[in-house]
């Protein structure tokens, strides 16, 4: 696709310079990820980390998820113990972020972690964002690159048109691997799952030896930030469905559904990971398209399906 936006810059040597420096100046870079696209900032620094509340227009209650290369630099700022030492040997760097206590003489902002004791913590695969963060002498909060409440980024456009101008550089990592938020793990106490997502719950109980608890939609989300409206079109949801009306944007699953205008297949081949990376994109591609209704199959509730629907469940709020 043609590049229409001046802040859109290809991933080179030079261009990875600019973006370090502006880091280093505490401003904001739109970077990619695994998961999705974000916008990071000096997690270290109050006044970097202000400004991603504010372009996000992020509640302040809602900590970000702090990015680091290696377990070097993260060190001084958490508490480390045995459950996290086993899931970070074999996860990361991966999708997937760790909830531990943070250290006393920690230097992140209190900012970034809401005035929390505790902090959330990830370890990105993307290889231009390992190269930022190794290049640094700070680690990045990087929450997803979008206004909060809306639809994720999967690619350099999305940020964009999330932000326009506002964000001085966005790098452009191509579209996102995975294409859905890490899966995040409360380690502070008993494992539990915050956040379900590609690395899935039996995967991560079988690596702990513990069968573990996930928060699913149907109870009360208890960590901060877990907002109950998220990932939203703007546009009212009917989830579970078996038809639509031709006005109506039908998002479905596998080669069972007809083709059609209205019709949004996330995988032809029913594989949920690449329905996992298509929901996003289709998401945005149906509200360009001004549909006023949006209906979704019912989507298997395994592997990665469980993040699907956690998201489509809160899209629908
Ligand atoms: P995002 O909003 O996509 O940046 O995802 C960050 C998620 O991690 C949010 O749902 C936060 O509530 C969660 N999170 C960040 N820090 C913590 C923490 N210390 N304890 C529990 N959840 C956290
Ligand atoms: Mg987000």
């Known amino acids: 696709m043609k ?16 973006a370090i420096n502006w880091l280093k ?38 900590p970000l998820i702090v990015h680091y290369y290696n377990l070097e630099q993260l060190k001084n700022d958490v508490v480390l113990n045995n459950n996290f030492l086993r899931l970070y040997k ?3 760097p991966g999708p ?12 992140l902002s209190n900012i970034t972690t809401a005035k929390l004791k505790t902090v959330a913590v990830r370890f990105p695969e993307n290889k231009t964002l390992r190269k930022i963060l190794k290049s640094l002498n ?22 964009a048109q999330e932000f326009y101008n506002s964000v001085k550089i966005i790098l452009n990592g191509g579209s996102c691997k995975i294409g859905l938020e890490s899966t995040v793990v409360d380690l502070t106490s008993k494992p539990k799952i ?7 719950v039996a995967t991560i109980s079988k690596a702990l030896n513990i069968k573990i608890s996930i928060n699913n939609n149907s109870r009360i989300i208890k960590a901060p930030g877990m907002l109950k409206r998220h990932y939203s079109p703007g546009i009212p949801m009917k989830l579970n469905q078996k038809k639509a009306k031709n006005n109506e944007a039908f998002i ?17 081949k029913s594989n949920l990971d690449e329905a ?7 998401l945005r591609l149906i509200k360009d398209k001004n549909y006023k209704m949006i209906c979704v199959c019912s989507i298997p509730q395994a592997g990665i399906g469980l993040a699907i629907n956690d998201r489509l469940n809160r899209a629908a709020k």
Do not use: M
């Open 138 to 159: 700070f680690p990045l909060a990087i929450p997803s690159a979008n206004k909060s409440s809306h639809i994720s980024p999967v690619s350099a456009e999305d940020v």
């Open 194 to 200: 915050l956040r379900p997502g590609f690395i899935g």
């Open 96 to 107: 997937i972020t760790f909830v531990l206590k943070k250290k006393k003489n920690s230097l």
């Open 3 to 18: 590049n229409i936006y001046s802040n859109i810059f290809k991933v080179n040597n030079n261009n990875l310079s600019k």
């Open 252 to 268: 479905v699953f596998g080669k069972k559904y007809k083709k059609g205008k209205n019709i949004f297949n996330l995988s032809y």
């Open 25 to 62: 100046k505490r401003e904001l870079v739109g970077v990619p990820t695994e998961t999705v696209y974000g916008l990071a900032g000096n997690a270290y620094s109050s006044k970097a980390v202000k400004k991603i509340y504010i372009l996000k227009k992020r509640p302040s209650k809602n």
């Open 276 to 282: 996992a990376k298509n929901l996003y994109k289709t």
């Open 90 to 92: 074999k996860f990361s």
